[in-house]
């Protein structure tokens, strides 16, 4: 979850900074440019902990900047498939859980939550609980979830967790009837290019858990940014 790495960075400065505070300036401009972001190989930078070296400027012919190349440890988070952590809700709806884990943001889906729990829109706040109500799952309420899929880009990291262990016959299921619906509407293309000699349009219909746990996430995560 949580490692200390070394790591590497290039600083550019504009000429203004060249001076007796040079090296101060480095690492300031450092901490900015790389605490709290988060990339793919490493996940989320949290702080720097030491500056190893900072190596000789290398001068930006026709710009006059100089980018320096920075040596470095810092602590940085990043969870894994397989890892169970405890989280914080922060929304709940008719689509799933979203919850947070320190800078990392969670979505789980509904059919990822224990079936005998429902969706309660009336609650307030919404909700998900068992029928005897002896378990509720609200905004705010500190859960543990099960990491089953992450997916981290060079500003973004999310995660898919699950309540429950999924049952991978379902897993396959859902994949071959996607790759099965692509396959036909295929063949139903080329089969219209044949006697229309043209190349038709043609709309395919995807309904199901599996398209709407995409359309969400894809939703979710373009309002975010």
């Given at each position: 979850?949580?490692f200390h790495?070394?790591?590497?960075?290039?600083?550019c400065?504009?000429?203004?900074y060249?001076?007796?505070?040079?090296?101060?300036t480095?690492?300031?401009?450092?901490?900015?440019?790389?605490?709290?972001?988060?990339?793919?190989k490493f996940?989320?930078?949290?702080?720097?902990?030491?500056?190893d070296?900072?190596?000789?400027?290398?001068?930006?012919?026709?710009?006059?900047f100089v980018?320096?190349?920075?040596?470095?440890?810092?602590?940085?988070?990043?969870?894994?498939?397989?890892?169970?952590?405890?989280?914080?809700?922060?929304?709940?709806?008719?689509?799933g859980?979203?919850?947070?884990?320190?800078?990392?943001?969670?979505?789980?889906?509904?059919?990822?939550?224990p079936?005998?729990?429902?969706?309660d829109?009336?609650?307030?706040p919404?909700?998900y609980?068992?029928?005897?109500?002896?378990?509720?799952?609200?905004?705010?309420?500190?859960i543990?979830?099960?990491?089953?899929?992450?997916?981290?880009?060079?500003?973004?990291?999310?995660?898919?967790?699950?309540?429950r262990?999924?049952?991978?016959?379902?897993?396959?299921?859902?994949?071959?009837?996607?790759?099965?619906?692509?396959?036909?509407?295929?063949?139903i293309?080329?089969?219209?290019?044949?006697?229309?000699?043209?190349?038709?349009?043609?709309v395919v219909?995807?309904s199901?858990a599996f398209l709407?746990?995409?359309?969400?996430?894809?939703?979710?995560?373009?309002?975010?940014?």
């Amino acid at each position: 979850m949580f490692f200390h790495l070394s790591m590497e960075h290039e600083v550019c400065l504009h000429p203004k900074y060249f001076g007796a505070n040079l090296n101060e300036t480095i690492k300031m401009k450092l901490f900015a440019e790389v605490e709290g972001t988060c990339t793919g190989k490493f996940g989320f930078v949290i702080a720097v902990t030491t500056i190893d070296t900072i190596g000789h400027g290398l001068i930006q012919p026709g710009r006059g900047f100089v980018i320096y190349p920075v040596k470095y440890k810092a602590i940085v988070f990043r969870p894994f498939k397989g890892q169970v952590v405890d989280a914080v809700v922060n929304q709940v709806n008719k689509v799933g859980i979203f919850c947070d884990i320190g800078p990392l943001s969670c979505f789980i889906s509904r059919h990822c939550i224990p079936p005998d729990m429902e969706f309660d829109p009336n609650s307030n706040p919404p909700c998900y609980k068992t029928e005897d109500e002896t378990s509720i799952i609200k905004q705010d309420d500190e859960i543990r979830v099960y990491f089953i899929l992450a997916t981290m880009g060079l500003l973004d990291l999310a995660m898919f967790d699950e309540l429950r262990r999924m049952n991978f016959r379902q897993l396959i299921y859902q994949g071959l009837n996607f790759a099965m619906v692509v396959s036909s509407a295929l063949m139903i293309w080329k089969g219209l290019m044949v006697v229309t000699g043209s190349e038709s349009p043609i709309v395919v219909v995807l309904s199901g858990a599996f398209l709407g746990d995409l359309s969400t996430l894809g939703k979710w995560h373009s309002s975010r940014f």
